[in-house]
């Protein structure tokens, strides 16, 4: 599914639960998006830096010897939200998510 990653030594929280009623539950979910967005975007700015620093040092030659880091870059950017997992696009949890965001909003 999702290849290994050494900086993500937290707990995953599991995908929303079928019971919309479960207010703990689809905040932490929420937590958990938000939280795989930033890395996500974080992992975007270090391809940026390195893909930055790989034009630098290669100059004319950076076509050739940047290639696999702008393919990364550019895959990565084009995804959406970053490539960052995303439980909400799950088959039935759509739904439970938008349920709970009118219930949390309103005053």
Same mark, same amino acid.
């Given at each position: 599914? $999702?290849? /290994?990653?050494? #900086?993500? !030594?937290? %707990?995953? *929280?599991?995908?929303?639960? $079928?019971?919309?009623? !479960?207010?703990?539950?689809?905040?932490? =979910?929420?937590?958990?998006? @938000?939280?795989?967005?930033?890395?996500? =975007?974080?992992? =975007?700015?270090?391809?940026? $830096?390195?893909?930055?620093?790989?034009?630098?040092?290669?100059? *004319?030659?950076?076509?050739? !010897?940047? %290639? @696999?880091?702008?393919?990364?870059?550019?895959?990565?950017?084009?995804? @959406?939200? #970053?490539?960052?997992?995303? /439980? +909400?696009?799950?088959?039935?949890?759509?739904?439970?998510?938008?349920?709970?965001?009118?219930? *949390? +909003? %309103?005053?």
């Amino acid at each position: 599914d $999702e290849p /290994p990653r050494p #900086f993500r !030594d937290f %707990k995953r *929280v599991p995908d929303p639960p $079928e019971d919309p009623s !479960d207010k703990y539950a689809l905040l932490k =979910v929420r937590e958990q998006r @938000a939280l795989d967005y930033f890395v996500a =975007v974080e992992e =975007v700015k270090l391809l940026q $830096e390195e893909l930055t620093k790989c034009y630098m040092r290669a100059r *004319v030659n950076h076509g050739e !010897d940047c %290639k @696999a880091l702008k393919e990364a870059y550019t895959q990565k950017v084009a995804a @959406a939200r #970053f490539g960052a997992h995303d /439980p +909400t696009n799950s088959k039935h949890t759509r739904k439970n998510i938008i349920a709970f965001h009118t219930t *949390v +909003t %309103k005053p």
